[in-house]
């Protein structure tokens, strides 16, 4: 699958798409291949304030479960309700359906480290 | 030795075939100092089939028990019938020596008889879906406060005076290393003051948890503390002790209960002197992924017919490990496979007479008291508290049951500390006969 | 292909609905000898308003039910189970019989002490033993599973570290090779775990050791011999390092068939272990418990052991049940007593003249195997294995062939299959317990069926491997479905 050049990715396997004081997570396509078929993703309830790294839902398939992080520090304006019945959009399409959270972004300064499409390609391949 | 087949010329051809000299070469990576003389150990010597058969059945004759007494003791444990049927199927080699069902095309036997259990265990208790079981009902009780504390994200727990002492015990043990408050709410009374429990419920609170029927036997209407739970955004968290009410009284799911948890020994498993018996664990659909232990899932195979496999597993301990819902790993297998052939054989119409049979035979006992003996009041299912004159005089009834070969029932103060040791928990079942109840009655007099 | 030397065949297997699609009246009620009576005023205004809809079946058609389905299942009496890690072993029959003995099955846990004596004796007699072939000073028997026993050991090792006014130890070391149970517990007694990476030999790796030893560690949670089926060569050294840094050290005994009779984990330098007696002692496992998971400890731990305790006095036997320093209680009951009575009768069987005999026909039995297949299968460490043995698919993966298969396909030759993926540190692990229960000949029979497999995936013949299984009553079960759409109850 090729990497949307608008993305930004971080360690964790993360994606952020960042709009305006608006920015989109989920997770990489790389992240859901190593994850296998998607049952399950926690989402955060509307409203709640999350850190730039801190653990904000996590991703389960069949044999292993995954924490996910916040690429960009934020206030939750919207989930992915797609998810809570067909949690394998994640798999199918994990840079566009597969889309997991929106949040208002609170604080540029408290990014954690992030990557364009081509490092992150170059991180992969190390 | 006759468990092991080896002869000791097998034994030697697997050594040759490993390229040892023998048996100790196998050992040779544990230090030496380690290795104890062989036959040192302070055991006694091996005994033969008939010699295990004897020593066992001697210790047992040294044991009085319910089929050779009369049994009034409940407190968690009851003397209920158990059908030929039932330790029949759980005889069975293909039940007993199976492992947990791993590999599901060859264990679909034990995974159908837990997806059959989940169902009527859910039915029976009024709720959506159920566990695969838990150890017992002390466990479950403290696995449903750590659940509420997960799903709530707060950290105190409310629990009623009137919840079996031992359920509280060990969950306020299993709550103690974590942070939070636990509240016991005195009741003032052998039964349930609801409105002092909900008294306590604030905002902080991640369950409240009651017992119905209560510890004392004791049933009452539980939807205020419906009300009270949704007020506060709390879980409300329903124990109970036997399960074989539900066969009669009306279910904790129909009070709106989010998580059930209680003891489901009563459905065909011996009381064997504390266990094993069976954790019942049940609760509404939307906290699934936050209950704790295994559960059967229906699925399909290979070839699209109708199967069953363990699943959920990535809330277990062995992939999410210091992050999972529960520590444990075990279930209560073999008495769900218990329970579920117990329930096929009552179906509806036997549970309900069995329920039948444990309420009247207390109403029965309870209407014959005599003058100095008084009963808790309010409705009761098949347990109460009898308060005597003193201590003096129920020790002296107790005495002369005794020599009639009745064990007339427990004294309180064996569950709670610091109460006058003049009180008796009674219970009854369907075992109970109405000259059992009239002996005990005759000894009550006797002892006056 | 040479499937008539292994012994499964295709036999006939009955379908069997579920027990609520039986289109059925429900037949007539039990007859009960019970007091009858009308429900009472007060308690009729409870009656269940409608009924819980639990279908009954007669008696011969219960029967026939759960009959049919236990001949869905694959049991140790049914064929070989060489489950890495979880000892399945022959359970003695005389041990069914006797734990339904009416005096010891149908006894209540709060009947007087006078009127239990028996029965306190053979628990109070299995506490004594446990703690001599463990090599420990006391035993509590209140756990009811191996995590459970795990939990009592950390509470213990809390309690005594706060004793020592050292509430801050939080740290607890468990190797990657651990169970998942391990941190599980941890986590519930308000401590955090460490990962140990293991070292190239799959062993504990002395300086990573040290590298997490400092004033925050309390315990070290440890199964010798480990996961890999090796022994912990360090043993005395690791124990003191640990002592050395202010910590405790926590056995798994998840592995103790490996040592029973020939050495004690207890004269190694552990201060508690908890025994899973499902395992080591051969209670039968049920198709996932019940078990039991007694715990032995060493002087350090003992004030702290759990109430309810069973003590003795010129030959009485009593339970005390408050004791100032103890963790509390963690169970309704004294324990799984109706588990320890098989595992009382099992120890009884072999008496301290053939106790040691259980460790080295298992060692042995092991190590066959491993000497069969290590020319076939890649063996990530090197050197003699104790009671079990780990492989893994290395070579077979050349050929496309994955662990899962080659375990699907000894479902097909009439095995169960090892224990697959675990431990983690391997890749492609099979871990492969014989256990001492188990004949040359059914050895040898598992051998020619790895040794086929192997075979077959050389030969580039693997269809029949990913097909896998073919014979049982269903075939490779969809687990994603499962978990996606789960549906736990029959909304029929």
Redesign the interface.
Known sequence: MSVPTDLKFTKEHEWVRIEGDTATFGISDHAQEALGDI??V?LPEVGRSIDAGEAYGVV??????SDTYAPVAGEVIEINEALESEADLVNSDPYGVGWIIKVKISDNNAETELMNPEEYTEFLDE | ??????TNT??Q???H????NN?AD??????S????E??????????S?T???R??????????????TR?F?G???Y?H?VPA?V????????????????????????L?????Y???I???T?M???N??M?????ATAEAA?MARRVTRKTRTVIAGSV?P??R??TE??LS??EGDFVEVGMGKFGTDLSKVIAEIDNKTACVIVQYPDFYGS?Y?LAPLREACDAHKCLMVVAFSDVSA??????PG?YGADIVVG?GQALGI????????LGVFTCKKKY??QMPG??????????G?R???L????R?????????T??????????C?AA??Y????????????A??????L??LVSKLPSHVVAAS????NETVLTFESGDKRDAFIAEA?KQDI?AG?PLE?FEKNIEPKHLLVA???????DD?NELIAAMEVAA | MSENKYSATSGIQQE?P???EHAHE?????N?????????S??A?????T???????S?PE??R???R??????????GF?P?GS?T?K???R?N?????????????????ED?????L??LSELQG?LA??AGFSDVTLQP?????G??AGL?MI?KCLDARGEQNRKKVLVPDSA????????????M??VELKSGADGRIDLDELKKHLDDDVAALMMTNPNTAG??E?D??EICQLVHDAGGLVYGDGANLNA?V????PG??GLDCLHINV?KTFST????????AGPVAVNDTLKPFLPVPRIVENDGVFSIETEDEQS?????????????Y?RAN?Y???????????IA??A???A??V???LKSVYHVPFE??C?HECLLTDEWQNKHGVKTLDI??RL?DLGF??MTVY?PLIVHGAMLIEPT?????ETLDSFCDAMLEIAAQCEAGDTQALHDA?LK????????T???RK?????EG
């Open positions: 049952v399950f926690e389960e398939s069949v044999k292993a479960v | 030795m006759r468990y092991l087949p080896h097998d034994r051809a697997m050594l075939d490993i390229g040892v048996i196998l050992f040779a990576d544990i230090p100092e380690f290795h104890i062989l036959g040192s150990m302070n055991l006694p010597e091996g005994l089939e010699g295990i058969v020593k066992f059945t001697k210790a047992a004759e040294k044991n009085r028990h319910a089929g050779n049994c003791l407190g968690g444990t003397h019938f049927v330790d029949y199927v759980i005889s069975r080699g293909e039940f007993l020596t199976a492992y947990t069902p791993y590999q599901p095309e060859i264990a679909q036997g034990t159908q008889a837990l997806f059959e989940q169902t009527m859910a039915r029976l009024g959506e879906v159920s695969a079981s150890y017992e009902a002390a466990t750590l079996n031992r359920y015990t060990v043990n299993y290393r974590l049933v209407d539900f066969g009669l009284i009306e279910s129909a003891s011996p009381m064997a002197y504390g266990g094993p018996h699934l992924r295994r559960v059967c899932g229906l699925t399909t195979d290979a070839d017919k199967g069953f496999v699943t959920l597993s990535t277990e301990q062995h992939i999410r490990r210091e992050k999972a529960s520590n444990i790993c075990t279930n209560q297998g073999l008495m496979t579920a052939t329930m096929t054989l009552m179906g509806d119409a036997g549970l309900a007479t069995i039948e049979h444990s309420a009247a035979a109403d029965l309010g409705a009761h299912y005794r064990f427990i064996k009854t079942t369907e075992m109970i006969e109405e109840v | 069997e579920l027990l609520f429900a037949p007539e009620s039990i009960l000898p019970g007091v009858k009576g009308e429900v009472s007060d308690l205004a409870f009656k269940r308003k009924p819980a809809n639990i279908p009954g079946l008696e219960t029967v039910h759960f009959v389905l236990s001949q869905w299942n694959h049991g140790i009496e049914t189970y489950l979880c399945m022959y359970n003695p005389v069914e019989q006797i734990a339904r003995l009416p005096g010891l099955a149908h006894v209540h846990p709060d009947q007087p009127s239990v004596q028996g029965m004796g053979l033993w001599e072939i009811a599973a191996g995590a459970h795990e939990l509470m809390r169970h998942g149970t391990n941190p599980a517990s941890a986590a519930l007694c308000g955090y775990t090796t022994f060569t043993i005395k040592l009779g020939v050495a004690r004269d190694m499902h039968p496992h049920g198709g996932g418990g019940p078990g963790i509390g209680t963690i169970l309704s009951t004294l324990g799984q007593s109706g588990v009575m009768a120890i009884s069987a072999f008496g301290h003249n053939h106790i040691h005999q080295q026909d060692v042995l039995n190590n066959y491993l000497s069969k050197g003699l104790k375990a699907k479902i169960h299959p675990f001492e229960t188990e004949s040359k299984p049982p009553i269903r075939r490779r079960l969809d687990e479905q499962a978990a789960p549906v736990l109850v029959w």
